[in-house]
C-alpha cells in the first residue's frame, strides 16, 4: 500500500508513523494484531538502571581462579523426596513443542543436561523425544490441560502449574493453524491445520482456596515425591506470592511484562503485566510477609539477557532465573542467514518477532520440515551450552567481586541505583547517597 513512499522526518508525537501504520494495518485485517518475542517498549525500568558495588577497603573480594563460588540452588530440599537439585541457579523456561520444533526442543535439553540445569515441557505435553534429551524436565500443567495424562506427570522432576505468563498476563495461548502439525495436535487432541486459542483459567479452580485441593490432587498422582511451582504473569504480584504461600508451594514462577512468548496480541505485549524489576521487589516483600523466604524459592524471568540481569535478580532476591528469549537467540534466533526468507516475511534478522507465523527463517518456531531442518541439533545445542557457560560465569564474577563464596549470598546492600525510579521501586539506595542524609545537610 506505502509502495517506495518514504516517511518523512517531521512526523507527529502523537499520530506517530507506528500509530498510524497500526491503525491502517487494523483498518485492512479487521482484527488485532499478533506477533511472537516481546514488548517493543523500549522505556521500562530495568536492570540496567542498577549497578553492582563490589568490595574495596571494606570487604575482600575472592580471587576468580582459587576460590570456589557455587552456584547450586535446590527446590523441594526438605519437603519432597526427590526435590530438584540445579547445577546453577539457571532454568530454561516452558516453552510449548509447537511454539517450538522438535529440533529445538532437543538442543535446548542437551544443553540443559550438559549445564546440569533444567528445561520445561510448556504448553502441549510432554514429547518422548525432549524427556529423553533432558535430564531434569518440569513439567507444565496448564488450564488447557492439553497433552496431560497422570503417566507424564509421573515422569516429570518437578510440576509447573501454569496460571499465566508475563507476555500475556490473564489471558490464554494461541496457536496459529500452520504451526498444528499432525504430531502437535495428536499431542493435543485437536484437528490439525486449525488455529487454537487455549484457556486462560483452570476449568476446576474458582478461586484461592481451590489451589490447595489442586496441589494435594498432584502431590498425589506424584506421590509427594518431586516439587511443585505456580507460575503467573507479573501483574497483582504481591497477592499472588501471598495466595501461593499459603497453598504451600515448593517454588513460585513469574515473568516480568519484557517476558517472551511465541504468540500474543501486540496490544496485550505492550500494555498488561509490570516490569519484572518492580515485580521482584514486590514478591520479595511478599515472601518475606509470609515469612516463607527460606522454604519457597523465586523463580523469576521476563528480560534476562546476560549474568549481570541474572546476578541482580538474584541479588534482588530471586533464587532462580528462567529464560526463554535468551536461549533461543543462543539457538540461532535473529541469526543474520537465510535473508531472503526474513524479507519475504516482511523483516529483517534483529527485528524479527515473527514466531507465530510458523515460517522461522532458521527453524526454530516452525513445524515444517524444510525449516527445520535449518536447526543443525548438535551444533545448537553447543551454542546454548556456550551461552549457559558464560552467564554462569558472569553470574559468578559479580558475586566473587562482592565478596561472596556463594551466588546466592548476593544481596540488595550489594547494588546502588541508577535512577530515581528504580531506587523507588525496588528500595535501593542511588548512587551517591546510599541511603543516608546528602553531606551538605549534616554539617
Ligand atoms: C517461544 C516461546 C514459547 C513459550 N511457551 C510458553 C508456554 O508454553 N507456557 C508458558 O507458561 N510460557 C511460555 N513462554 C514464556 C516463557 O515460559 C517465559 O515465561 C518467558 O520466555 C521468560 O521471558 P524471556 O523470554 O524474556 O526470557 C514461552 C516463551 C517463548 C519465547
Ligand atoms: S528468527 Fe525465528 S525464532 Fe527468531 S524472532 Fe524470527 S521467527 Fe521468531
Known sequence: MTGDFKRPPAYSGVWHPDAIEEIQEKAELGRYQIRGQATKRHSLPNFDDLVFTPAGLSRMPLEGYRERCDTQVVIGEGRVSRPLVLERPIMIAGMSFGALSINAKRALGMAATNCGISTCTGEGGMHPEEREHSSKLVMQYLPSR????????QKADMIEIGAGQGAKPGTGGV????????????????????DQRSGCRHPDWMGAD????????IREVTNYEVPISIKVGAARIANDVRIACKADVDAIVFDGME???????????????IPTIAAIAEAVEALHDMGKQNQIKLIVGGGIKNGADAAKAIALGADIVYLGTAPMIALNCHAPIYLEDYERLGTTPYECQHCHTGLCPVGITTQLPKLMARLDVDEAAERVTNYLNAITMEIQLFARSCGKNKVSDLDPNDLRALTHDVAIMTGIPMVGLNGRQPWWQKF
Do not use: C, F
Not at 492439553?146 to 506427570?153: A, C, I, S, T
Not at 481451590?210 to 490432587?217: A, C, N, S, V
Open 175 to 194: 496457536l496459529l493453524g500452520l504451526k498444528m502439525s499432525e504430531e502437535v495436535a495428536r499431542m493435543r487432541d485437536l484437528p490439525p491445520g486449525v
Open 146 to 153: 492439553y497433552g496431560m495424562n497422570p503417566y507424564d506427570l
Open 210 to 217: 481451590d489451589l490447595y485441593m489442586k496441589l494435594e490432587q
Open 259 to 273: 517476558g517472551g512468548t511465541a504468540a500474543s496480541p501486540a496490544i496485550q505485549l505492550d500494555h498488561a503485566g
